[in-house]
């Protein structure tokens, strides 16, 4: 009997063994939520507030790196290979993505600013080529940010449906967030008298944000909206014409950029360089700009201080 009964215990964990290997187990992403890889932080910052729990979101490009100049290495193409979803900005930003998009590319890219129209910006006395696709820094109108919101709730929601509804609570508790940051930028620019609201910046890169708060771009020290580009003498003896013609305050430089050229400017004219501006990169959480909504509101606290 203890002979039988042995056996029969044998078969039972032998079956439940030879069970447990044929089965597949579901993948774990399906299990505990969607694997998400952002391009920008200030984007996986959006992201995260919209995905909430549901998911766990990455950045590819490294914190306080220049979107613009980043290169991907083959280590950060198996990272966006093994995502479920891969979020961009768009409009031009991520120029380096496209060769890495040939065949074998399978993960679903989703573009945040999906049906906005973008806005070439060209300076008249710039001698450098224009970025053709328009002007991609919309993050900066949190308007804008809006529609990033719907976007993306749009592809979770397509990507996990069983999550459509928390989604959908937290792309409208972000929105009023949004609301109520652009709202707050209004009040803080009308401390500004309407003649100084005039910015000077590294690159064309707060177009957005000039057009929504009612600023004039008289110039930047690289006439264009890539900070990759180039500038020139005759580029460089315009701006310094136009800052010393209209009176103008100050140079606001993003966060590492190179500032010798808008250094050796401020000498000439002799006004200041705010350069701790952050447009592409967030900080970490003990920085200035650990959110997309705190960085809004430090840009526009620094711009506040320095033109009242």
């Not at 000077?200 to 929504?212: K, W």
Request: charged fraction near 20%; charge should be negative.
């Amino acid at each position: 009997m203890k002979g039988l009964k042995f056996l029969l215990i044998l078969v039972v964990i032998l079956s439940g063994l030879l069970a447990a290997c044929s089965s597949k187990p579901e993948p774990a992403h399906v299990q505990d939520g969607l694997d998400i890889l952002v391009a920008e932080s200030f984007l996986a910052d959006i992201v995260q507030n919209v995905a909430g729990s549901q998911a766990r979101v990455e950045t590819l490009v490294p914190a306080g790196s220049d979107p613009h100049a980043f290169q991907a290495t083959p280590q950060d193409v198996a990272r966006i290979e093994n995502a479920d979803l891969f979020v961009i900005n768009g409009g031009g930003l991520e120029e380096w993505l496209a060769p890495l998009m040939g065949d074998g590319f399978n993960t679903p890219v989703v573009t945040a600013s999906e049906g906005i129209v973008p806005v070439v910006r060209t300076q008249a006395n710039s001698e450098v080529h224009r970025h053709e696709e328009g002007d991609p820094h919309f993050w900066l109108d949190p308007t804008y940010v809006v529609m990033y919101v719907q976007n993306i709730q749009a592809a979770l929601t397509k990507a996990d449906p069983a999550g459509e509804a928390a989604y959908a609570a937290n792309a409208s508790e972000y929105i009023q967030q949004l609301d109520d940051l652009d709202q707050w930028i209004m009040e803080q620019k009308a401390q500004i008298p309407a003649a100084n609201r005039i910015l000077v910046t590294n690159h064309e890169s707060l177009g957005y944000y000039a057009d929504r708060y009612g600023f004039t771009i008289a110039g930047a020290v690289i006439p264009s909206v890539s900070s990759s580009a180039a500038t020139s003498a005759a580029d460089l003896s315009a701006l310094v014409n136009t800052i010393e013609k209209y009176g103008i305050k100050a140079i606001f430089i993003e966060t590492g950029a190179n500032s010798n050229l808008a250094t050796q400017i401020a000498r000439e004219t002799g006004i200041v360089v705010v350069d701790d501006i952050y447009t592409h990169s967030l900080t970490g959480p003990d920085g200035n700009a650990p959110t997309y909504l705190e960085m809004m509101k430090y840009n526009t606290s620094r711009i506040v201080e320095t033109l009242k």
